[in-house]
Protein backbone atom coordinates (compact mmCIF):
# COMPACT_ATOMS: atom_id res chain seq x y z
CA UNK A 1 0.00 0.00 0.00
CA UNK A 2 2.71 2.30 0.42
CA UNK A 3 3.43 3.00 -3.22
CA UNK A 4 0.16 5.35 -3.24
CA UNK A 5 2.30 7.44 -1.05
CA UNK A 6 5.01 7.90 -2.77
CA UNK A 7 3.75 8.39 -6.49
CA UNK A 8 3.75 12.31 -5.67
CA UNK A 9 7.34 11.83 -4.46
CA UNK A 10 9.05 9.87 -7.22
CA UNK A 11 7.52 13.22 -9.49
CA UNK A 12 9.28 15.16 -7.03
CA UNK A 13 12.46 13.44 -6.88
CA UNK A 14 12.64 13.05 -10.69
CA UNK A 15 12.05 17.09 -10.80
CA UNK A 16 14.95 17.71 -8.11
CA UNK A 17 17.43 14.43 -9.15
CA UNK A 18 18.69 13.98 -12.79
CA UNK A 19 17.61 10.24 -12.31
CA UNK A 20 15.39 7.68 -14.36
CA UNK A 21 12.82 5.96 -12.60
CA UNK A 22 11.80 3.06 -13.66
CA UNK A 23 8.70 0.84 -12.00
CA UNK A 24 8.70 -3.12 -11.77
CA UNK A 25 6.46 -4.99 -10.93
CA UNK A 26 6.61 -6.53 -7.69
CA UNK A 27 4.11 -10.29 -6.72
CA UNK A 28 2.28 -8.66 -3.55
CA UNK A 29 0.02 -10.96 -2.63
CA UNK A 30 -0.55 -12.59 -5.95
CA UNK A 31 -2.75 -15.33 -4.22
CA UNK A 32 -5.39 -12.85 -3.98
CA UNK A 33 -8.86 -13.89 -5.70
CA UNK A 34 -10.41 -12.10 -7.61
CA UNK A 35 -12.96 -11.33 -5.81
CA UNK A 36 -10.91 -9.81 -3.39
CA UNK A 37 -9.97 -10.34 0.72
CA UNK A 38 -11.18 -8.29 3.46
CA UNK A 39 -8.51 -6.79 4.98
CA UNK A 40 -9.09 -8.58 8.01
CA UNK A 41 -8.73 -11.96 6.16
CA UNK A 42 -5.31 -10.48 4.50
CA UNK A 43 -3.53 -10.43 8.01
CA UNK A 44 -5.93 -12.84 10.34
CA UNK A 45 -2.14 -14.84 10.63
CA UNK A 46 -0.37 -12.07 11.51
CA UNK A 47 -0.29 -10.24 14.78
CA UNK A 48 -1.80 -7.04 12.91
CA UNK A 49 -4.48 -4.11 14.39
CA UNK A 50 -6.42 -3.60 10.76
CA UNK A 51 -8.18 -0.71 12.26
CA UNK A 52 -4.91 0.67 13.62
CA UNK A 53 -3.14 0.26 10.19
CA UNK A 54 -6.05 1.74 8.38
CA UNK A 55 -6.06 4.87 10.86
CA UNK A 56 -2.04 5.41 10.28
CA UNK A 57 -2.36 4.77 6.54
CA UNK A 58 -5.56 7.49 6.72
CA UNK A 59 -3.15 9.73 8.63
CA UNK A 60 -0.08 9.49 6.08
CA UNK A 61 -2.56 10.01 3.43
CA UNK A 62 -4.03 13.35 4.73
CA UNK A 63 -0.33 14.50 5.39
CA UNK A 64 0.26 14.28 1.49
CA UNK A 65 -2.66 15.81 0.47
CA UNK A 66 -3.65 12.40 -0.82
CA UNK A 67 -7.47 11.43 -0.53
CA UNK A 68 -8.39 7.89 0.91
CA UNK A 69 -11.09 6.31 1.47
CA UNK A 70 -12.85 3.66 3.95
CA UNK A 71 -10.34 0.82 2.74
CA UNK A 72 -11.76 -2.62 4.02
CA UNK A 73 -11.00 -4.91 1.29
CA UNK A 74 -7.61 -5.95 -0.87
CA UNK A 75 -7.67 -6.94 -4.20
CA UNK A 76 -5.83 -8.88 -7.03
CA UNK A 77 -3.22 -6.09 -8.54
CA UNK A 78 -1.82 -8.56 -11.39
CA UNK A 79 -3.91 -6.89 -14.24
CA UNK A 80 -3.14 -3.52 -13.22
CA UNK A 81 0.40 -4.07 -13.18
CA UNK A 82 0.44 -5.50 -16.79
CA UNK A 83 -1.85 -3.00 -17.92
CA UNK A 84 1.04 -0.27 -16.23
CA UNK A 85 3.30 -1.37 -18.66
CA UNK A 86 1.46 -0.84 -21.39
CA UNK A 87 1.33 2.75 -20.15
CA UNK A 88 4.90 3.21 -19.55
CA UNK A 89 4.69 2.46 -23.19
CA UNK A 90 2.41 5.36 -23.97
CA UNK A 91 3.98 7.61 -21.80
CA UNK A 92 1.80 8.30 -19.44
CA UNK A 93 2.73 5.35 -16.13
CA UNK A 94 2.76 8.25 -13.61
CA UNK A 95 -0.63 9.59 -14.36
CA UNK A 96 -1.58 5.47 -14.76
CA UNK A 97 -0.35 5.17 -10.81
CA UNK A 98 -1.84 7.99 -10.00
CA UNK A 99 -5.04 7.18 -11.24
CA UNK A 100 -4.96 3.07 -10.11
CA UNK A 101 -3.97 4.09 -6.52
CA UNK A 102 -7.23 6.54 -6.41
CA UNK A 103 -9.18 3.84 -7.07
CA UNK A 104 -7.71 1.45 -4.93
CA UNK A 105 -7.18 3.57 -2.15
CA UNK A 106 -9.56 6.00 -2.29
CA UNK A 107 -12.74 4.85 -4.04
CA UNK A 108 -11.98 1.14 -2.71
CA UNK A 109 -12.56 -0.13 -6.31
CA UNK A 110 -11.46 -3.45 -7.43
CA UNK A 111 -7.77 -3.11 -9.61
CA UNK A 112 -8.47 -6.68 -10.47
CA UNK A 113 -11.28 -6.20 -12.36
CA UNK A 114 -10.96 -5.20 -16.29
CA UNK A 115 -13.76 -3.23 -16.29
CA UNK A 116 -12.67 -1.05 -13.43
CA UNK A 117 -9.26 -0.67 -14.83
CA UNK A 118 -10.44 0.37 -18.40
CA UNK A 119 -12.26 3.05 -16.63
CA UNK A 120 -9.15 3.82 -14.55
CA UNK A 121 -6.84 3.61 -17.29
CA UNK A 122 -9.57 6.45 -19.46
CA UNK A 123 -9.54 8.56 -15.96
CA UNK A 124 -5.28 8.65 -16.67
CA UNK A 125 -5.59 9.89 -20.40
CA UNK A 126 -5.47 6.65 -22.10
CA UNK A 127 -7.63 5.03 -24.73
CA UNK A 128 -10.08 2.74 -22.89
CA UNK A 129 -10.87 0.58 -26.15
CA UNK A 130 -6.73 0.14 -26.34
CA UNK A 131 -6.79 -0.49 -22.81
CA UNK A 132 -9.46 -3.24 -23.04
CA UNK A 133 -7.96 -4.69 -25.88
CA UNK A 134 -4.50 -5.26 -23.51
CA UNK A 135 -6.72 -6.34 -20.83
CA UNK A 136 -8.32 -9.21 -23.12
CA UNK A 137 -5.09 -10.28 -24.75
CA UNK A 138 -2.95 -10.48 -21.84
CA UNK A 139 -0.49 -8.83 -23.75
CA UNK A 140 1.72 -7.51 -21.43
CA UNK A 141 1.39 -10.95 -18.97
CA UNK A 142 5.06 -12.19 -19.74
CA UNK A 143 6.55 -8.40 -18.77
CA UNK A 144 5.29 -8.66 -16.08
CA UNK A 145 6.37 -12.49 -15.29
CA UNK A 146 9.99 -11.05 -15.82
CA UNK A 147 9.47 -8.21 -13.30
CA UNK A 148 8.33 -10.46 -10.85
CA UNK A 149 10.86 -13.35 -11.82
CA UNK A 150 14.06 -9.85 -11.58
CA UNK A 151 12.12 -8.86 -8.14
CA UNK A 152 13.04 -12.26 -6.55
CA UNK A 153 16.39 -11.96 -7.78
CA UNK A 154 17.10 -8.51 -6.40
CA UNK A 155 15.97 -10.12 -3.27
CA UNK A 156 12.97 -7.43 -2.78
CA UNK A 157 10.69 -8.38 -0.55
CA UNK A 158 8.62 -5.75 0.20
CA UNK A 159 7.24 -2.39 -1.36
CA UNK A 160 8.59 0.12 -1.66
CA UNK A 161 12.25 -0.95 -2.58
CA UNK A 162 14.03 1.77 -3.97
CA UNK A 163 17.22 0.55 -5.70
CA UNK A 164 20.61 2.69 -7.10
CA UNK A 165 23.63 1.07 -8.16
CA UNK A 166 23.23 -2.17 -6.47
CA UNK A 167 22.13 -0.55 -3.44
CA UNK A 168 18.48 -0.80 -1.78
CA UNK A 169 15.94 1.32 0.29
CA UNK A 170 12.95 -0.45 1.58
CA UNK A 171 9.91 1.03 3.05
CA UNK A 172 8.15 4.08 3.01
CA UNK A 173 10.60 6.36 3.92
CA UNK A 174 10.19 10.65 5.00
CA UNK A 175 11.35 12.07 1.51
CA UNK A 176 14.30 13.24 2.92
CA UNK A 177 15.60 9.77 3.38
CA UNK A 178 15.12 8.92 0.04
CA UNK A 179 16.84 12.27 -1.11
CA UNK A 180 19.91 11.00 1.18
CA UNK A 181 20.09 8.12 -0.17
CA UNK A 182 20.02 8.89 -3.75
CA UNK A 183 22.61 11.85 -2.86
CA UNK A 184 24.81 9.06 -1.08
CA UNK A 185 24.77 6.68 -4.28
CA UNK A 186 25.66 9.44 -6.03
CA UNK A 187 22.30 11.00 -7.60
CA UNK A 188 22.92 14.30 -9.04
CA UNK A 189 20.35 17.81 -8.63
CA UNK A 190 19.24 19.08 -11.52
CA UNK A 191 20.32 22.65 -12.50
CA UNK A 192 17.92 25.28 -11.10
CA UNK A 193 15.64 26.93 -13.71
CA UNK A 194 16.68 30.13 -14.11
CA UNK A 195 13.43 32.52 -14.02
CA UNK A 196 13.55 34.82 -16.78
Known amino acids: ?6 TGRIEKIQ ?9 IAFPLHPETPD ?23 RKTAAELGL ?20 AAEKGRENDFHRAVFRAYFSDGLNIGNPAVLVN ?5 GLSADEARRVLESRTYRRSVDRDWDRAV ?19 AQPTSVLERFLEENGALRNPPLLDL
Not at 36 to 57: C, K, T, W, Y
Open 15 to 23: ATYAVEVEW
Open 35 to 57: EGLSLAELFADRPINVHEMVRQL
Open 153 to 171: RLGVTAVPTFMIRGKSLVG
Open 1 to 6: PWCYFI
Open 120 to 124: VADAA
Open 67 to 86: PFGDRTMTYNSRLAQELSKW
